[in-house]
Nanobody, 114 residues
Framework: QVRLVESGGGLVQPGGSLRLSCAAS????????MGWYRQAQGKQRELVAH???????NYADSVKGRFTISRDNAKNTVYLQMNSLKPEDTAVYYC????????WGQGTQVTVSS
């Protein structure tokens, strides 16, 4: 049973930074590409960053150069370092497997506002 627990969100001013964490269990973590997704109010969930089991990364254009996804396979944890945050980054952020997303964790709210 896949379990995903996101944490680290909060309220920040534009230009600020946050680091999100995702604790994962219930699957062979190191063999699976992982992603960070976000869903803003009234919008569809979108993939913003992903990382392969070997550490190769890719990003949505909207966050490229500002966000960094990383993983610690020994801790079964995925991170998302978010810098230079913008109001349009406001959303609930979720982690999940890239291969399939059968269920979702509770997410963590990121609010960027003055």
């Amino acid at each position: 049973q896949v379990r995903l627990v996101e944490s680290g969100g909060g309220l920040v001013q534009p230009g600020g930074s946050l680091r999100l964490s995702c604790a994962a269990s219930g699957f062979i973590f190191s063999f699976n590409a992982m992603g960070w997704y976000r869903q803003a109010q009234g919008k569809q969930r979108e993939l913003v960053a992903h990382i392969t089991g070997g550490g190769r990364t890719n990003y949505a254009d909207s966050v490229k150069g500002r966000f960094t996804i990383s993983r610690d396979n020994a801790k079964n944890t995925v991170y998302l370092q978010m810098n230079s945050l913008k109001p349009e980054d406001t959303a609930v952020y979720y982690c999940n497997l890239i291969v399939s997303q059968g269920s979702w964790g509770q997410g963590t709210q990121v609010t960027v506002s003055s």
